[in-house]
């Protein structure tokens, strides 16, 4: 059974780090290019960053640009999310998911698999 496993998450002070791991299991993360999205309370989903298959190319929204990295390491068939310099307002539900599209990285319909959601927590 193909799926995203994700890891990482929780509580964190403003101005403090944190790292999401979206692990595949079985198929091969490589294929795909990945992106994350977030989910605060009351809000739309909203994307946040993506990363090509080879990792070669790469882009942040710019809620999140200069303190979140996205990078994967294929050989681990993991992506990962590193979340720097937080502010309460990227509390939220965040998730990582597949995608064969190299365009239109913000579209979520384009995305075919999904992991199960971590949710970060900013305080102020």
């Known amino acids: 059974q193909s799926k995203l496993v994700q890891s990482g998450g929780g509580t964190v002070q403003a101005g403090g780090s944190l790292r999401l791991a979206c692990v595949a299991s079985?198929?091969?993360?490589?294929?795909?290019?990945v992106g994350w999205f977030r989910q605060a309370p009351g809000k739309e989903r909203e994307a946040i960053s993506y990363?090509?298959?080879?990792?070669?190319?790469?882009v942040a929204a710019d809620s999140v640009q200069g303190r979140f990295t996205i990078s994967r390491d294929n050989a681990a068939n993991t992506a990962y999310l590193q979340m720097n310099s937080l502010k309460p307002e990227d509390t939220g539900l965040y998730y990582c998911?597949?995608?064969?599209?190299?365009?239109?990285?913000?579209?979520?319909?384009?995305?075919?698999?999904w992991g199960q959601g971590t949710q970060v927590t900013v305080s102020p």
């Open positions: 998911a597949r995608t064969t599209w190299g365009t239109d990285w913000r579209n979520a319909r384009l995305y075919d698999k």
């Open positions: 079985g198929f091969a993360l490589k294929d795909f290019h």
């Open positions: 990363i090509s298959w080879t990792g070669g190319r790469s």
